[in-house]
């Protein structure tokens, strides 16, 4: 039967769960990972389905009318999820990004015809700078409709509703634990709630950013894990509101040049071409594989985005 697709919102989510199964061999690994590949998603990453949760959300709610303007802060993905969704909705956008961002996120937006406003990076060192900026900029758009996906329910709601039943359903129940990085926190937020819901012992763990892979005023240039935020010894006032502790068992720290490695590893072993922080998530889960306790279980990755959106902020590793 023939299956014709309305428009760009239908193929959002649904992505494939795939078994990672000769980096088990290779590290002789415990457990079995399987990888949810989210840069299967229309536009590219994992963003595209908080892009559509927001504004399908925000369209229900009467508070978007045709050729209205969107913005928000974002490291890129978010952003091109929703130039995507809105250029499908009949939207204008309009994003904030730090002046750090790969190259290619930022032609990428500009190919979908959104403004873009850099951020210097050391701004975003000052204390209370996240909440001062985005004070700011919904100041100079008063007009615009303000995405929040930092602050909006609906972040953590679409993957509470898709992306963590679609993973209990393709694994029949048979998940041990969800490794997953933070961003907003949407992901682990939502799909580890879900997930915990359906089965209480499930462990969500998240791959946090070592301190050195974190930019900081001694070291302004420090290579990061892109779209990923340090969870831990940080101010809470500076976590976003999207992402919810109480679901997180674990916090594991991987250097930037691990995450890096291991993704290489994933394309040139799974021929998987992914990002940093999918490179992150697979670290940790070798790290689990590899405790007594583990033996046997089943430990589902998060794979936001590809390794093409890097290209020019790194050569490749030998
Ligand atoms: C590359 C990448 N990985 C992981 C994440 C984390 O996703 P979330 O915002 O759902 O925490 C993001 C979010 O921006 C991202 O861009």
């Known amino acids: ?29 415990q457990s079995r990972i399987l990888a949810k590949i989210e840069y299967l998603n229309p536009a590219g990453s994992v963003k ?25 802060l974002t490291s890129g993905n ?6 995507a969704v809105a250029a499908a909705r009949g939207y204008r956008t309009k994003f904030y990004l730090r002046n750090t961002i790969s190259e ?5 937006l500009r190919q979908f015809g959104s403004e873009i406003e850099l951020i210097e990076n050391e701004e975003l060192f000052q ?13 100079e758009n008063p007009d615009a409709f303000y995405t929040g996906q930092r602050s909006n329910d609906a972040n953590p709601r679409v993957h509470f509703e898709t992306t963590g039943p679609e993973i209990w359903r393709d694994t029949d129940g048979n998940i041990d634990i969800l490794v997953g990085t933070v961003g907003t926190g ?15 012992e499930i462990k969500v763990v998240v791959a946090e950013p070592t301190p050195e892979s974190v930019p900081s005023p001694d070291n302004p240039d420090a290579p990061t894990i892109e779209g990923v935020h340090k969870v831990t010894e940080v101010e809470e006032s500076t976590l976003p509101e999207t992402y919810n502790k109480d679901v997180v068992d674990e916090v594991v720290a991987v250097t930037t040049e691990q995450a890096r490695r291991t993704a290489l590893a994933v394309a040139r072993e799974e021929g998987f071409l992914v990002g940093t922080s999918s490179g992150a998530a697979v670290a940790v889960a070798i790290e689990l594989s590899r405790r007594a306790e583990n033996r046997g279980k089943t430990i589902a990755v998060v794979f936001p985005d590809s390794g093409e959106r890097y290209l020019s902020l790194f050569d490749a590793l030998d």
């Open 127 to 139: 204390p209370d700078a996240i909440h001062r900026i985005i004070d700011r900029i919904r100041a």
């Open 48 to 72: 595209d389905r908080t892009a559509w949760g927001i504004i399908r959300e925000a369209e229900k709610n009467g508070k978007l009318k045709p050729g209205d303007l969107l913005f928000d």
């Open 186 to 200: 949407g992901t682990v937020s939502g799909a580890g709630r879900f997930l915990k819901a359906q089965n209480p």
């Open 104 to 108: 290619d996120k930022i032609n990428i």
């Open 1 to 29: 039967m023939g299956k014709i697709y309305r428009d760009f919102t239908e193929l959002v989510g649904s992505t494939p769960l795939v078994e990672l199964a000769r980096i088990r061999e290779k590290h002789d690994l």
């Open 78 to 83: 978010t952003g091109i999820g929703f130039a």
